[in-house]
């Protein structure tokens, strides 16, 4: 069989239907996969397994995620980050539980209102400056626990890194753990874009989860490089509550899970996850200094992961949209948010800077 295939490679019927050549900067989730996480799947294809997570890729994906988060790490893989926060925040919380989160959070506002339409809990937010959340700022919805007449504050949850591009340090992350712990409170991470937040730190992951206190994080693997799939990494399973159950309740059970682990795998067994994460970072930054030198042109966020926020003339934004995707993301303001991923080239970010220049002098 395997004779056969190596003389005759599988053919398909599908067809191309883009140009990889057109290029963007609207989204992380636009970059295909990385050719090492596809080379995975191709590995893991074949023959039979179990299903369900009982597979070999998914037993050893457990040994991985240890080796970043500690010997106590448990990982339970997953469709999408949608499904991953929401697997996670009802198994940290009760019915009648509420969750404290960043106004500007993704659980907030990109996620449809699944956390609580789907997960039955109720999310109070907090207006930030910059997307991270402080001990003060968490005291503005952490009281009332004892009042029945309000949603019981259980959960903090903080995105790193956040919504906006900037990253919690490792010790701004153990001062929400510590505060949220003495209220009897409980730490969720989305790191939906973790490993850029590690890269721009230049720390370990595990420096601003479990060695921070947080207890239960949300693993992010589709905007570094996979082809889909996130998981759900439990770093205190004293914090949780029937979560495997949970996860088959919210539709996130894959059957053929060993096409999510392994790609997992192929990020983490060594050192793909971070290199992805720099590179992106890195035309992060690159896109920034060009902008910077474009009159009328103006940065909002410290650029510290693989976004650059800015604000420009609407009517420009308008006209460069035509030759780059992006999105605005403040309409009124004319803010937009310009996302850098593992595949982004220099040519395109200088291509990018080129065209804006051109628009601006429109």
């Known amino acids: 069989m395997a004779d056969r295939e190596a003389l005759n490679p599988p053919r398909t019927d599908a067809r191309r239907r883009h140009d990889p050549r057109v290029r963007g900067f ?35 994906l457990q040994q991985v995620m240890r080796g970043h988060f500690g010997a106590g790490a448990e990982a339970f893989p997953v469709f999408n980050g949608t499904g ?3 697997v996670a925040l009802q198994a940290l919380t009760d019915r009648w539980g509420a969750v404290i989160c960043a106004e500007s959070a993704h659980i907030h506002v990109d996620e449809g209102g699944a956390p609580e339409r789907m997960g039955g809990l109720k999310l109070l937010t907090v207006p930030t400056p ?42 701004e992350v153990r001062a929400i753990c510590d505060h949220a712990h003495g209220h009897g409170m409980k730490v969720h991470l989305d790191g939906a874009r973790m490993a850029n937040a590690a890269a721009s ?5 595990r420096a601003f989860t479990n060695a921070a ?15 889909f799939g996130e998981a759900v990494v439990v770093l205190n399973r004293d914090a949780v509550s029937h979560l495997k159950h949970l996860r088959k309740l919210s539709m996130q059970l894959a059957s053929k899970m060993r096409f999510v682990s392994v790609q997992l ?26 902008v910077r030198a ?14 650059v926020f800015a604000r420009l003339p609407r009517d420009v934004s308008e006209r460069l949209q035509k030759r780059y995707r992006f999105y605005f993301w403040d309409e009124a303001a004319g803010d937009v948010r310009w996302m850098c991923s593992f595949d982004t080239t220099e040519d395109d970010v200088d291509g990018f800077v080129a065209a804006l220049k051109e628009e601006m002098a429109h």
Do not use: C
């Open 26 to 60: 609207a989204s992380d989730n636009y970059a295909g996969a990385h050719p090492e996480v596809l080379a995975a799947l191709a590995l893991a294809n074949g023959g039979h397994q179990i299903a369900y997570g009982e597979d070999d890729y998914t037993g050893h």
């Open 84 to 86: 991953a926060n929401v």
């Open 130 to 171: 910059d997307g991270k959340l402080t001990p003060e700022l968490i005291d503005r919805q952490a009281y009332g626990w004892d009042d029945e007449h309000r949603a019981m504050p259980q959960v903090v949850s903080i995105t790193q890194n956040t919504e906006l591009g900037t990253v919690y340090t490792p010790d």
């Open 201 to 205: 730190l230049d720390v370990p992951m």
């Open 213 to 227: 206190g947080v207890d239960v994080l949300s693993f992010g693997g589709t905007k570094n490089g996979a082809l």
């Open 265 to 290: 795998e192929a990020l983490l067994a060594k050192d793909l996850w971070l290199r992805n994460a720099r590179h992106a970072n890195e035309m992060a930054q690159r896109l920034a200094e060009g």
């Open 294 to 307: 474009v009159h009328g042109v103006e940065i909002l966020h410290p650029v510290q992961a693989n976004a």
